[in-house]
């Protein structure tokens, strides 16, 4: 997708951004996040100096001018990314604009399968966590639960997830604890949401390699024990936050997709296999709601 800022006029203290696609305008009100929008195209939102001003209007308030180019497109090469092309064209036909919010543990790859899936279905893409870091200034997660303990941090988590679901056409990676909230289903299920469930054992092992000084809810574990106590640290949050994952209405397991491809462990699925049963459990439950009358697919 092309994109292309354009200033408009307007008449207030803070800035917000107008994101317009020929399916109408939504505002945020957060700044300097990096977008993905499909095929590798991003474009810079600007800024709010604090979550609070989300909703005032702006002075000089900026359009995001989106199309598609048909320049874009590249040949794919492997089974799995023409799978992946050809299911993101059904699944899109059928989602109708629905958006999808990934969820799941820490560590589960919400953010990096979440660019495959936009990539495929034509969507954009957002990270809560990201907008949520934007919103405070640039600060990162851990910086604000320092300053604003989890609360804090929820709080603003929860304004993000409301403002984005009043969109359409987004593939959403929330925060591991973002299903905590009550509120907050209330605002995803305005779209899909999709569990991305991820073995402890391996959360474990991606987090401790990507390091867990920007994980504040997993403490400074001992180097020479940080693997064992990364995964007690873990395993006690999914024990809080299991039943929650459940409720999504749609689950991925990649032991049983890794079981089914024979695969030796789950890090042999690329994130674009994963896109891909997720796009299929996806369009399972859709035919599955087209059959019993259910009217969520499509509210958008």
């Not at 203290?13 to 300097?32: A, H, T």
């Not at 100096?49 to 492997?78: D, F, G, K, M, W």
């Not at 289903?185 to 867990?212: C, E, N, Q, S």
């Not at 873990?234 to 749609?250: C, F, H, I, P, S």
Request: aromatic share 6%.
């Amino acid at each position: 997708m092309d994109c292309v800022l354009a200033p408009s006029a307007g008449t207030s203290s803070s800035n917000f951004v107008e994101l317009r696609g020929g399916d109408g305008f939504r505002r945020l009100g957060f700044s300097r996040e990096e977008l993905h929008f499909g095929r590798q195209s991003r474009i810079n939102l600007v800024s709010c100096r604090n979550p609070s001003q989300i909703h005032h209007r702006a002075r000089r308030p900026v359009v995001l001018l989106c199309s598609q180019n048909a320049n874009v497109a590249a040949t794919e090469s492997t089974s799995v990314d023409t799978a992946l092309k050809s299911k993101g064209k059904e699944l899109a036909r059928d989602l109708k604009g629905t958006c999808l919010f990934l969820i799941g543990m820490m560590g589960s790859g919400k953010s990096t399968v979440g660019k495959h899936l936009s990539d495929a279905l034509g969507y954009y893409f957002f990270d809560s966590d990201k907008l949520v870091e934007q919103a405070a200034g640039g600060a990162s997660v851990a910086q604000i639960f320092k300053q604003s303990n989890e609360e804090g941090f929820r709080d603003a988590e929860s304004e993000v997830l409301s403002q984005l679901s009043g969109m359409y056409r987004l593939v959403v990676a929330t925060g591991g604890g973002a299903v905590v909230r009550p509120q907050n289903w209330g605002y995803m299920r305005h779209g899909i949401t999709v569990y991305l469930d991820v073995p402890l054992d391996a959360l474990a092992k991606r987090v401790v390699a990507a390091g867990t000084e920007k994980r504040p809810l997993l403490g400074e574990p001992q180097r020479e024990f940080a693997h064992e106590q990364t995964l007690a640290r873990l395993t006690k949050l999914y024990e809080e936050r299991g039943m929650a994952y459940k409720n999504a209405d749609v689950s991925v397991c990649l032991k049983m997709i890794a079981n089914e491809m024979n695969a030796k462990d789950i890090c042999e699925l690329t994130p674009s296999i994963i896109a891909v049963k997720i796009m299929e459990r996806t369009q399972e439950l859709i035919r599955s709601q087209k059959h019993y009358g259910s009217p969520r697919i499509g509210l958008f």
